[in-house]
């Protein structure tokens, strides 16, 4: 079935140090990959997608490049702010036979702390 | 603000109790996503409403049912509560029935304590 391996945190930075936090997938057809931030004692936000193989989804100056040929999808930022932190969550929709689905599968999470 | 709200925004209650957990979507959606975020099992997908009819189905128990109602707020029951129920219950909402096109929203959870 579709997986959605993240690198294992947590993640502390000083402000203004670049960030990458790593995504592997896992999936039968082309899915269509999402990162997704939740601040403490909030529900998950969008914060960007690629549908298709090399779309570089960007946002808040973050950026994911699809990467088929790797099965990744690695969110970078270059200069981070204490308000960056939060819990960063990697997930796939599947989009096998076509037929695009609802359901999105999640990786288990990054926690990122930005210090002052 | 997502425009998704759930209700209650936590619940305690004792092991063999049933619940009942209540979200209504933002405006003009269709969809309503149930999600089980966990410590040992991370942020599971349970079900999907499309239309009031059920779209598709992840990783519920049977113990566990939902439903959408013509006025499209969905609720989540859970019944014959076990320690490992215990856990953060998200609802999304999206306007079609899926797909990368159609972002889902969350709602800020439902905390569900089982003592």
């Known amino acids: 079935g579709d997986s959605v391996t993240q690198m294992e945190g947590p993640v502390t930075l000083s402000e203004e140090a670049f960030l990458t936090i790593n995504c592997t997938y896992t999936?039968?057809?082309?899915?269509?990959l999402f990162w997704y931030v939740q601040y403490p004692g909030e529900g998950l936000q969008l914060l960007l997608k690629a549908t298709k193989a090399d779309d570089k989804g960007s946002n808040k100056g973050f950026e994911a490049t699809y990467r088929k040929e790797t099965t990744s999808f690695h969110l970078e930022k270059g200069s981070v702010q204490v308000s960056d932190s939060a819990v960063y969550f990697c997930?796939?929709?599947?989009?096998?036979?076509?037929?695009?689905?609802?359901?999105?599968?999640f990786g288990q999470g990054t926690i990122l702390t930005v210090h002052p | 603000d997502s425009g998704v709200t759930q209700t209650p925004k936590h619940l305690i209650t004792a092991t063999g109790q049933r619940v009942t957990l209540r979200c209504s979507p933002r405006s003009g959606d269709l969809s309503v996503y149930w999600y089980q975020q966990s410590l040992d099992q991370g942020l599971q997908f349970l079900i999907q409403y499309y239309n009031g009819e059920e779209r598709a189905k992840g990783n519920i128990l049977e113990r566990f049912s939902a439903q959408q109602f013509p006025d499209l707020h969905s609720e989540l029951n859970l019944s014959s509560l076990e320690l490992g129920d215990s856990a953060l219950y998200f609802c999304?909402?999206?306007?079609?029935?899926?797909?990368?096109?159609?972002?889902?929203?969350f709602g800020d959870g439902t905390r569900l304590s089982i003592l």
């Open positions: 999304a909402s999206s306007v079609g029935a899926g797909g990368a096109n159609q972002p889902q929203h």
């Open positions: 997930a796939l929709s599947s989009n096998a036979g076509g037929t695009s689905y609802g359901k999105l599968t």
């Open positions: 999936a039968t057809g082309y899915p269509s």
